[in-house]
Each structure stands twice: as C-alpha cells, then as structure tokens.
C-alpha cells in the first residue's frame, strides 16, 4: 500500500521514511527504550530531513488510522467467537499492543476490557519489556499465573509471557506455533463450556 501510495504520488522518498520508522521502531524494541516514541521519531526525522511534526504525522497516518478500513479482513478467524465464550465465562481479556489498539480492535469489531499500549505514557515502552503486560495483571487483578498471553511474535509476545511469569500460546503456521485461528483444537475447552 505504501508503495502504491507513494509511485501514484511520485513521493519515493514516503517509502523510505516508513520503512526507516519500521526498522527503527524494531531496534528500539529491541533495546527496550524508554520513551521510545519521542526517540524514534527524533531519530527518523534527523535521518529524514523532516521535521518532527512531519514524521509524527506520518507515523499517526500510515500507522494508525490509513490501516482501519482494511484491517476487518485480517482478523484470525475464530476471534469474535472466542472474546464471547471469554466474556460468557466472566474471564477478563486484556489487549497489548506496541500501537494504538482502541481504535484497531473496534475496526476488527471487537472489545476488550482493558487495552494498553507502549505509547501509553504510563508505559512507555515496546514489548519485550514486560511493564505492559504487568499493567494489565495488575488492572484485572489476575496474578500471573491465571493469565495466558497470546501472540504471533516468540521473540516479544513469548518474552514479555516469560518475563512478567505468565503462560504463552503463539499463533502461526510453522512447527513451533500453538495454533492457527481460535477456532482450532486448543481453544475448545472455552469455546465450549
């Protein structure tokens, strides 16, 4: 879509500027920067020639809000489903997310009753740190041991289940991968109390 964007706006240099805040944006994952926002979009607008205003517009565009109208087709099949048998069997279900999610979950129509993400000032920080994930433990009142992170990345959704003591279930397709979609075996015994 960037790609596409940029050729018809004959903008080459938007496609560098999202692909320099995707790497640099892992990078500061990776090294578990505090305020990592305020730092990557520094860091991006120095290498970019833009100004900051220009990169943290881009950044709540391209990242944020061009993405809704197309993310409903993307959602796991068996999510609807399973976020209701969770509500049903009154376990609470909490979202964490290094992007804005509120707005992202109710595009996939669904709701949780906690979201917190890494640019949350409160957090402030990416996954693999585990304060997020800690945050929602604490809000639900849930320890560690009663919850179970879900993700689709071993190296940060595994690490943050690792770190904050919690159990961890990844989704996708190769041979380390739990399951596949919610409507697979794994999730039967919610599914259907």
């Not at 790497?23 to 730092?39: C, G, H, T, W």
């Not at 709540?60 to 409903?72: E, K, M």
């Not at 099949?77 to 997310?97: V, Y």
Request: no cysteine; net charge neutral; aromatic share 6%.
């Amino acid at each position: 879509m960037v790609g596409w964007h940029a050729a018809t706006r004959l903008d080459l240099g938007l496609v560098q500027v999202i692909s320099r805040l995707r790497r640099r944006r892992e990078s500061l994952a990776e090294a578990e920067q505090v305020d990592f926002e305020s730092a990557l979009i520094a860091d991006v607008a120095a290498a970019s020639n833009r100004s900051q205003a220009a990169i943290r517009a881009l950044l709540d565009d391209w990242f944020n809000s061009r993405p809704l109208p197309f993310i409903a087709r993307y959602r796991v099949p068996g999510a609807a489903e399973l976020f209701n048998a969770l509500r049903q069997n009154d376990i609470r279900i909490g979202i964490l997310s290094d992007h804005r999610a509120t707005e992202k979950l109710a595009a996939l129509g669904l709701a949780a009753d906690i979201v917190v993400s890494a640019v949350d000032p409160d957090i402030s920080v990416q996954k693999p740190d585990p304060k997020g994930l800690k945050a929602i433990l604490q809000r639900t009142g849930y320890e560690p041991d009663e919850a179970i992170m879900i993700g689709d990345r071993a190296d940060r959704d595994g690490a943050v289940a690792r770190r904050a003591g919690t159990g961890f279930l990844l989704r996708g397709k190769g041979p380390d991968a739990d399951f596949q979609s919610f409507e697979d075996p794994v999730f039967y015994p919610i599914l259907h109390r």
